[in-house]
């Protein structure tokens, strides 16, 4: 080599090992549906946590055990999905829906609740939920009512989404409103006015007022044939 020829320049080699053909796959979050998880009770929410994360595709991205704690873990973290307990205290929950979508349009709702009166669900629905779950369900519906969710589209547990069919056929060609709906389906199902207006967390009179415009609307006089009529509308369906 001649001594004017300048050295040839080495150029760096990075190795990276192939991995082990008996190794797991490297668990991945970026194509994962992010949720945020809010309920009240502390075990429920352990597992409803266990539940989601055993979901390769859901990721549980924070939990709040308050409204205040879970509106700002939606705006910090701006999850796919929220999964709300409409039991949660300190506000109303189909108001904190509403204010919700407002304010975080890109994430959908999920509803958990105990209640499975169509009227409540079609309130949640109405608000902007896009599920409804209800909690002894929530093994099997909870998983894909998220996916369904994350994907823009609607998912109701089934004995709900029936009611809630039948309601809105009573809605459309009777006029009644959802409430007095709601109130037709209890009374038919034998709760007094308090124990309607305790369920529905309304006032004794404004119930009576309710049943009064349902006979008036319906032309029904007695409680029997208000029976008969929310069995042929499938009201009082399972």
Known sequence: MSP??????????HLQLAPSPDAPPAASTSHAIRVVLADDHALMRRNLRLLLDNAEDVQV????????????HVHSD???VLVLDLGMPGGSGVETIRRMREQVPSTEIVVLTMDDSPAFAQQALDAGA??????????SELGPAVRNAARGREHLSPGVAARLESLRRSVTGDALTGREIEVLRLTALGHT???IARRLHL??????????????KLGLATRAELVRYALRRGLLSA
């Open 4 to 13: 004017t020829t300048p050295p040839r320049q080495r150029r760096s080699v």
């Open 61 to 72: 991205v924070a939990e709040a055990e308050d409204l205040a704690a879970m509106t700002r």
């Open 78 to 80: 701006l999850p796919h």
């Open 130 to 139: 896009i599920g409804f779950v209800l909690k002894d369900l929530a093994d």
């Open 193 to 195: 006015s308090a124990e």
């Open 203 to 216: 006032s004794r009179r404004t119930v009576e007022t309710h049943r009064a415009r349902i006979h008036r």
